[in-house]
């Protein structure tokens, strides 16, 4: 088949959504597929192309302001007919098999590109972007707060925090706010097919997106290659003479980074905690770590290398997101590498751990400081559980099985749009 893939990331510079692009293309290259590669690349004022691992990846400039609201709408409502435009344009040109979006920027899109040009459209949801604004569900960041449902009153709700004394005004945004949700929820609806990353996105979509009540909806973990992470990261020097216990993520109140001094030192743990990561809670952190005695070490970002060779030497990780994580690359690829797990119930992270199998569960920041304890302390139960997620996410989050089941997926689509289905 000929697949164009439309991305809002793709490497070497990318987060979650460019890396699971990037997987889900070299793995259907070496299922004898031609890939297609066009990114939405906002803040660009002429388009352009690059190669990075023998694709060429043809970027679409997105103009956009700095002012918000003005932004978005730049980045979504006068982008989605120009890109969608372009991307039929690339899908009649390269005798394009199946369209497929990658983000919250290429699905409306690339529903506009397969309408113009007859191809049919899959979509890949990765967060909430079809149910929340924001994209978050998170109601205020600082508490992290899930927000019920975006109404008009929610959504003031959720205002409220980000803007601070402009509030009152930032109420007007309200009318925009809902209309451009309900638009990317039609465009959703219209894809042919919609592949959703973890249990807990489906459930969402099913209870806050009625408009996709006659969509197919399909239930497909985001690609990895597991035997070419475990080789990375062995290339990888060791970083840290010693025990180690490891962080990775924005530092910031929805990924839980505010909890990792109080629960350092609650655990007593008698190793480093390092952070791999940044954000505005960065000097916060080190200062409550300080005042706690609590040896916390922050690296800030490091390229992806480096945090492999970081993830695959640690004692164990410790993911205390609050917010509702959709399926985090971080505990999947520290699953592949066979890292104890701490982590918070949130969101997907059960697909990937399993309480008392394959890592440890928690649902507050006590029971994560009582987990962190027992990983650092008990050896053979880290051992034990280590060993179960790395063999969990070989048999689930592997590129063989998940590239092949999307490719199943696209030739369902290809032949239904064919037969006039």
């Known amino acids: 088949m000929r697949i164009l893939l439309a991305t809002d990331s793709f490497p070497p510079t990318a987060g979650g959504s460019g890396w699971s692009t990037w997987e889900l293309a070299r793995g259907l290259r070496a299922r004898g597929h031609a890939v297609f590669i066009v990114q939405a690349r ?6 352009g192309s690059r190669e990075y691992d023998g694709f060429t990846v ?3 400039a997105v103009q956009a302001p700095s002012i918000p609201f003005a932004r978005n709408y730049a980045k979504n409502e006068r982008l989605y007919p120009r890109l969608g435009a372009y991307l039929a344009e690339v ?7 199946v369209i497929h979006g990658q983000h919250v920027l290429t699905v409306p899109a690339a529903v506009v590109a397969g309408r113009r040009s007859g191809r049919p459209v899959v979509a890949t949801v990765r967060d909430y972007w079809p149910v929340c604004y924001w994209g978050t569900l998170i ?17 003031g709700r959720c205002l409220r925090p980000r803007t601070g004394v402009a509030w009152p005004a930032a109420i007007a945004a309200i009318p ?6 309900a638009r990317k929820r039609t465009a959703l609806a219209a894809a042919d097919a919609v592949i959703v990353v973890s249990r807990q996105i489906a459930a969402d979509l099913r209870v806050r997106a009625p408009e996709l009540a006659g969509t197919i909806i ?3 973990p985001n690609p990895f290659d597991i035997k070419a992470l475990g080789e990375e990261a062995a290339r990888m020097p060791r970083p840290l003479e010693g025990r180690y216990a490891l962080a990775i993520g924005k530092l910031e109140h929805n990924k839980g980074a505010d909890l990792l001094p109080a629960v350092a030192a609650a655990a007593r743990l008698d190793m480093p905690l390092v952070v791999v990561g940044d954000g505005r809670l960065r000097a916060s952190i080190d200062a409550e770590a300080r005042a706690r005695g609590v040896d916390l070490r922050i690296t800030g970002w490091l390229p992806r290398g480096e945090a ?3 993830l695959a030497r640690a004692s164990l990780l410790v993911f205390p997101s609050r917010g509702p994580e959709s399926l985090s690359r971080v505990l999947v690829e520290a699953a592949a590498l066979g890292i104890p797990i701490a982590a918070m119930h949130t969101g997907g992270t059960a697909d990937i751990v399993e309480h008392g199998v394959s890592g440890l569960l928690s649902r507050d920041a006590d029971s994560l400081a009582r987990d962190v304890s027992r990983l650092a302390t008990d050896p053979a139960l880290a051992a034990t559980l280590g060993a179960a997620a790395r063999t969990h996410a070989e048999r689930e989050f592997d590129a063989g099985t998940v590239v092949g089941r999307i490719e199943a997926l696209y030739e369902r689509v290809v032949a239904r749009g064919a037969s006039g289905g």
């Open 42 to 47: 906002p803040g660009r004022a002429a388009h």
């Open 58 to 60: 043809d970027e679409y």
């Open 91 to 97: 899908a009649a040109r390269e005798h394009v098999d």
């Open 139 to 155: 109601h205020d960041e600082t508490a992290a707060t899930l927000c019920p449902a975006c109404t008009v009153s929610g959504m």
């Open 176 to 181: 925009y706010m809902r209309s451009n949700l």
């Open 218 to 220: 399909e239930h497909i």
């Open 308 to 310: 492999l060779g970081w």
